[in-house]
């Protein structure tokens, strides 16, 4: 029996979306040649990008012979060729004709010093090498972007473990005569600092310092939020690992594509890259970080499936290499600095975030390679309030030349101490960070409760029910003073409302309305997350709060997700509903691996988890949507208790919809993380959890919840439907999405 095969990072998800996103600028696509080829630069971005843009050329023109700087002058009308080193180009000033003497010009003839300061910035880049449980090595790519943090993407480390069994090697690649270098292998240390976000999917996460080796020979790459490194049409240069092969370099012929006019996270960019080559960086050609490459971007059928280089279908399960990639995509550097200029570290953590931003812009580059000459101090992009008081100078001497590569020449004692960072997340979705302290959200509850209208039974056109408790539950439900019936009972809030069990610390169900196609959706604040009390629910220490999650593995898990109720007609009404799904209320404990769905070790129907309310609105014939989605823990008798709270082994999810013959229609899920909370370990035995799907009935029997009216518009209730149950047990496994009886 042969030894298991090793794997590359490549993330199904990432790279479906990425080619959703592909997709859906076909229209653009065909601009952008027409575009290229006249060289309308302004055709494919706005002006004050491009005037950004070529600020910052002009602003690095000591890099150009003084004949080439004459040229381009030459080229403006007199008023805008005396602004050259005196002032900026403003929209008004930026025209195609000038773009194209400022870029093409500085870009068709390229100094010697390009090859080598492509040399310099590729020491940076490493091949990142995590063990797996089975025998397997997974290899993906990072880099260097301060003296100690490292960065590559969410789906290479999406947890604190996989991180903690990991190693970056740099050195993996031939010298000029084929010979092997000798590699530098490293440590990652996730417990001195690990900041991770699915969403924008990077982690950042300490490299261990070895006795044997030098890290800061290695240098790093700063990360610069400043605007105006690339646009369309510009080539762009890659340093990876592709298939977790020696070290390879893609250079100038590739082009920038679609950069979203900035309303996107996201670049996408011709390059050629593999499953492996995630968290390479993709450089301008000045040699500044302007992505992270996190994904191909598939060619897919018009049914959407992908291809691969024959054309037929590619399926999970297939050789990865084959797959046909059309084109990459990588998150923009400013989104991710601004991400991690965001998140509330403390002690040395917030030492390592700060070295991390204190990059120096390209314009402030030293020109010369003497290692005696220090550079100035560099700006800080940290606000005033934020810096560390009194903070501790690192012993000895150390020399930093930046190009924008910084390589450091250290002597003496840098040992760095640091924390972990823990955050939360929507429900099954990834959260931003992990760790000891909370990260915390500036965000603040409106103070009056009546003005909150809560779930709207009437929101999908017909009359949806609130969920009722039965005698069974109900001595146990808090009940509010001065209200009468089951009024009593429901605590409402912007978008949704809730039934709060006050004898185990955490709700029954929570109900809210979707609409997928609002005008505004409140985007995820990139500061982590600050969850309050419920002023109503007294005493607060009915509501399990921040000493149940300190510490340990277990995730404040919306029961409504962020993402159903932040949005509105305007932006304030999204904002409010956005910051009312912080309540504790709306808080129940989950394992991280069950709350953030995307550890490796989890099947795919934990994976899956997060996608059902996107998936059933996007199921319908024209556009998304309403849904109405109730979601919830099952409590029983012998739930384990930990820090005076019974931890959950399951939870439930209703989405109520109407259906495209336009009839109300219900489905129920339910996910275990029986076996993950056990001990509250992080074992996690790949075969125990999955996503089911199951009837209204039985959903009814879990929860001793009354859902009334829903429960006849069951779709597992339809003829035909048992047909599709898994070896008639009266429910569906999911593997995927498809998997859905709807």
């Known amino acids: 029996m042969s030894a298991p095969g090793n794997v590359f990072a490549l993330d199904l998800d990432v790279a479906e979306s990425a080619a959703e996103r592909w997709e859906s600028r076909k229209s653009y696509h065909a601009k952008f040649e027409a575009a290229a080829r006249n060289k309308q630069f302004t055709k494919v971005e706005s002006r004050e990008r491009c005037a950004a843009r070529a600020n910052r050329l002009l602003a690095n023109r000591n890099t150009m012979t003084p004949s080439l700087t004459e040229s381009i002058a030459a080229g403006f009308t007199r008023d805008i060729g005396a602004q050259i080193g005196t002032a900026s180009l403003t929209a008004e000033d930026v025209s195609d004709a000038v773009l194209e003497r400022v870029i093409n010009e500085t870009r068709d003839f390229q100094f010697v010093e390009f090859l080598e300061m492509a040399i310099w910035v590729a020491k940076s880049v490493g091949r990142v090498v995590t063990r797996l449980n089975d025998g397997r090595m997974s290899f993906g790519t990072g880099f260097m972007v301060s003296p100690d943090l490292l960065i590559t993407n969410h789906h290479v480390f999406p947890s604190l473990d996989m991180a903690s069994r990991s190693t970056i090697e740099f050195n993996f690649q031939r010298d000029r005569f084929g010979n092997q270098l000798p590699v530098k292998s490293f440590q990652i240390d996730p417990a001195k600092f690990f900041l991770n976000d699915k969403t924008l999917d990077y982690a950042l996460v300490a490299v261990k310092q070895d006795a044997n080796a030098t890290l800061s020979q290695f240098g790093w790459c700063p990360l610069i939020k400043d605007p105006g490194k690339i646009i369309p049409t510009e080539n762009i240069n890659i340093i990876q690992h592709p298939l977790g092969e020696v070290k390879q370099i893609v250079i100038r012929e590739n082009r920038l594509i679609d950069t979203f006019q900035g309303e996107e996270d996201f670049l996408q960019y011709e390059a050629d890259t593999e499953p492996g080559s995630s968290g390479s960086p993709v450089f301008n050609d000045q040699w500044e970080v302007v992505a992270l490459h996190h994904s191909g971007v598939p060619r897919r059928n018009p049914s959407g499936e992908w291809l691969d280089v024959k054309g037929d279908v590619w399926k999970k399960g297939d050789d990865p290499s084959r797959i046909d990639w059309i084109a990459n995509e990588g998150i923009r550097v400013s989104k991710i600095v601004e991400s991690v200029s965001k998140a509330s570290l403390r002690g040395e953590a917030n030492a390592m975030q700060r070295r991390f931003l204190d990059a120096l812009p390209s314009t402030e580059k030293q020109a010369t390679s003497q290692p005696d000459l220090l550079p100035p101090p560099r700006p800080s992009t940290l606000s005033k309030d934020s810096r560390m008081q009194g903070e501790k100078k690192p012993t000895g001497t150390s020399?930093?030349?930046?190009?924008?590569?910084?390589?450091?020449?250290?002597?003496?004692?840098?040992?760095?101490?640091?924390?972990?960072?823990?955050?939360?997340?929507?429900?099954?979705?990834?959260?931003?960070?992990?760790?000891?302290?909370?990260?915390?959200?500036?965000?603040?509850?409106?103070?009056?409760?009546?003005?909150?209208?809560?779930?709207?039974?009437?929101?999908?056109?017909?009359?949806?029910?609130?969920?009722?408790?039965?005698?069974?539950?109900?001595?146990?439900?808090?009940?509010?003073?001065?209200?009468?019936?089951?009024?009593?009972?429901?605590?409402?809030?912007?978008?949704?409302?809730?039934?709060?069990?006050?004898?185990?610390?955490?709700?029954?169900?929570?109900?809210?309305?979707?609409?997928?196609?609002?005008?505004?959706?409140?985007?995820?604040?990139?500061?982590?997350?600050?969850?309050?009390?419920?002023?109503?629910?007294?005493?607060?220490?009915?509501?399990?709060?921040?000493?149940?999650?300190?510490?340990?593995?277990?995730?404040?898990?919306?029961?409504?997700?962020?993402?159903?109720?932040?949005?509105?007609?305007?932006?304030?009404?999204?904002?409010?509903?956005?910051?009312?799904?912080?309540?504790?209320?709306?808080?129940?404990?989950?394992?991280?691996?069950?709350?953030?769905?995307?550890?490796?070790?989890?099947?795919?129907?934990?994976?899956?988890?997060?996608?059902?309310?996107?998936?059933?609105?996007?199921?319908?014939?024209?556009?998304?949507?309403?849904?109405?989605?109730?979601?919830?823990?099952?409590?029983?008798?012998?739930?384990?208790?930990?820090?005076?709270?019974?931890?959950?082994?399951?939870?439930?999810?209703?989405?109520?919809?109407?259906?495209?013959?336009?009839?109300?229609?219900?489905?129920?899920?339910?996910?275990?993380?029986?076996?993950?909370?056990?001990?509250?370990?992080?074992?996690?035995?790949?075969?125990?959890?999955?996503?089911?799907?199951?009837?209204?009935?039985?959903?009814?029997?879990?929860?001793?919840?009354?859902?009334?009216?829903?429960?006849?518009?069951?779709?597992?209730?339809?003829?035909?439907?048992?047909?599709?149950?898994?070896?008639?047990?009266g429910m569906k496994v999911l593997n995927s999405l498809d998997d859905m009886i709807l």
């Open 399 to 729: 020399v930093t030349l930046t190009i924008p590569l910084h390589i450091t020449f250290s002597f003496g004692n840098l040992a760095e101490a640091g924390i972990q960072i823990k955050g939360s997340s929507d429900g099954p979705a990834p959260d931003d960070v992990h760790g000891e302290d909370v990260a915390t959200e500036k965000i603040t509850p409106a103070p009056d409760y009546e003005n909150r209208a809560g779930y709207d039974p009437k929101f999908l056109g017909f009359n949806t029910p609130f969920p009722r408790l039965t005698a069974a539950i109900r001595k146990n439900a808090y009940a509010m003073k001065g209200k009468e019936g089951d009024a009593r009972f429901l605590l409402h809030y912007y978008h949704y409302s809730l039934l709060f069990n006050q004898a185990r610390n955490l709700a029954f169900v929570a109900g809210v309305n979707f609409d997928p196609l609002a005008k505004v959706n409140h985007p995820r604040d990139k500061e982590g997350d600050k969850w309050f009390y419920d002023p109503r629910v007294q005493p607060k220490e009915l509501q399990a709060g921040e000493k149940l999650y300190a510490q340990n593995p277990l995730d404040r898990g919306h029961l409504v997700r962020r993402a159903d109720s932040a949005w509105g007609k305007t932006a304030a009404e999204a904002k409010l509903a956005n910051d009312d799904t912080f309540h504790f209320t709306n808080c129940s404990p989950q394992h991280e691996i069950t709350n953030q769905g995307i550890d490796s070790r989890a099947p795919e129907g934990l994976k899956l988890w997060g996608n059902l309310e996107e998936h059933i609105a996007s199921q319908g014939k024209t556009n998304k949507r309403k849904l109405c989605i109730f979601n919830g823990p099952i409590f029983r008798p012998n739930d384990k208790k930990y820090r005076d709270v019974q931890i959950p082994k399951e939870f439930w999810k209703v989405v109520v919809f109407e259906s495209d013959d336009g009839e109300p229609s219900a489905v129920a899920f339910i996910l275990s993380q029986a076996a993950l909370i056990e001990e509250l370990k992080e074992e996690f035995e790949v075969g125990e959890y999955k996503t089911v799907q199951v009837s209204m009935s039985d959903m009814e029997t879990k929860t001793k919840l009354d859902f009334g009216d829903i429960r006849k518009w069951d779709v597992l209730d339809r003829e035909g439907a048992d047909e599709s149950l898994t070896d008639d047990t």
